[in-house]
């Protein structure tokens, strides 16, 4: 099994990832059943978890600089990275059926807009991409309820691929907390998604992190719909802010904002992006002030690998 | 790639003359016929199990195994360049003439057949359902090729046993009702010096669920659209019908609607003789909230409106 372990870390270091980690099923038992290993794969053993960092200059001059644009962090974060992760959980996968071993790729940006059966939540995913890297060793969750890691923070985007292979585990990172509730997350989102007073759990394995209850419909109001000029849009020309209604928002309300936002913005709107500043303001107290560039090329130098 | 197979021009000598290879490329001689399998187990739990998803399959087909094929075709395409010889790389399928186009009497008809290329570059044969089976993969592959000047050593036709003994599964499991078995209305296509007769597949009622997501039991229902339209029983789907419909179907399935797949039965319940056992069968999915139907909605200009059907 180590042999197979060895060479599924080589071809996820060959498909570009910088994370790649092994979480046992029973780290998952705190997520909802429809989300957890066996549900995708019956008999399922393990699950491999696999990240890629943002290009780090990109990420944090996106709108920014005197260029004022983020069409290349629209390009990389909807389309380039999402395609090269899944890329590599198709590789994996395929090392893991030519050593006879059962393994689903999981999806990226995907959901379920509404609840369904017996899960809750809107805009739910099929399979906790996030609880994975936490459980794989990668990181924690922070008060956004978003995976920080020592490495980059929040700069990096996850899948994961669930096998019946049974590999050698990878432990919980264990080190000083990656989050100390500075609460810019809050601060920063002008959809006010992140309630400040209410909070929810997520249990990962042992651990228990507590995040602020995120309303999911308010985030997407900007971050998949672009609907707030001012998270990204009008940088790109397109100044056009439809407030959400107060209260819960439906189908319709986003039905008939996008097409005010249509009417009033013209083709501009197709070409657009809104960033997610809730991620971006997140900086772990250890790397505050650090070069993530220059501390990722002294780790790449002093190691070899690229972590 | 897992299959790669090589087919001389020759043996398209029956195609019609705009989806021939050299249709494409004057002077072509051969077409490379590729394919990668679908991981198995991402195919067989598609919509089954306690996540009951279909994200995966359709992110994976979509989006990964598509762009896996087409940059094969580009490195392949580049390599031949390199060596002195015109090729083409072919895109992956999803794009179609909807009707028919000029000597083209075939509507939903893509610019090239990878099936027809797959077949006749010997990597399996047709099944009834018109689609191509392997005997390594069954249906689980997606194919793709490249036409090409250089001249290259053919591959012969696959000559084993059959892959397709009429099960029939395909024809019964379509809830479109899109194929018609009769032997009076089977089509028949030559390739090389073979002859394969599949159904006669009406386009319109196949895309009415894969390319349009009207049947949540194909698999829209995984991801929470219970709204569902039948084509008509039986004669021709009208295109305005079509269109009205699925307007009508995303208004009211809501966001849901831009965010979902259909997975058809046939590719589901199809597996070739010589791998029944080995390769694990999907049943045809039954999401267990029944789906709200409601019927099509008229091309006439008519104001719109729903006709519920008692479910």
Known sequence: MNNIKARLVDAAT???????????????????????????????????SIGMRYPLAMYENAGRTPAESFMAMDSFDTNVMPATLMAAALELTRVLEDGGHAAVPIAVNMYRVHPYKDIEECWSPDFRNDVAAVAAGHGEIGLHGVVITPHFGTRQMFTSVVTDAVLEPDPMYSGPPLCDNCRKCLAVCRMHALDDTATDIVVVGPRTFTIARKDRWRCMWSRKFMLNAEMGPKLHGLDVTIAPPDGAITDTDVQSALAEKGTRGGLQTWYTYAMRECERECVPPHLRGVDLLAAHARAVAHTGAAK | MDLVGIAPVARFQHAPSRVHPCAHLPGARNVISLAIRYPDALFVHAGGGMAESIFGIERYQNLVIGRRLQAATLRLTRLLEDHGYATIPMPVSGKWR???????????????SHRHAAVAAGLGEFGLHALVITPQFGMRQRFVSIITAAPLDPDPLYAGPPLCDHCMRCVKDCPVQAFDARRSACESVTIGDRTFQYAKVDHWRCAWSEQLNMIPEEGPACAGQSLGVMPPATGPVDE????????????????????????????????????????????????????????????????????????
């Not at chain 2, 009707?99 to 610019?111: F, G, L, N, Q």
């Not at chain 2, 597996?271 to 999915?285: K, M, S």
């Open chain 2, 98 to 112: 909807v009707h028919a186009y000029k000597d083209i009497p075939t509507d939903w008809c893509a610019d090239f």
């Open chain 2, 240 to 311: 305005m019908v079509m269109l009205n419909t699925f307007y009508a179907k995303c208004h009211t399935a809501g966001l849901q609607a831009a965010m979902t797949h259909a997975m058809g039965n046939c590719m589901r319940v199809c597996i070739p003789p010589h791998l029944r056992g080995t390769q694990q069968a999907l049943a045809p999915l039954s999401p267990k909230t029944r789906p709200r139907y409601i019927e099509p909605i008229p091309a006439t200009p008519a104001p719109r409106r729903y006709h519920l059907v008692a479910s």
């Open chain 1, 14 to 48: 060959a498909a570009c990832m910088d994370f790649v980690g092994v979480a046992p099923c029973d780290r998952f038992n705190g997520v909802h059943q429809r989300m957890r290993p066996d549900a995708h794969l019956p008999g399922a053993q393990r699950v491999i």
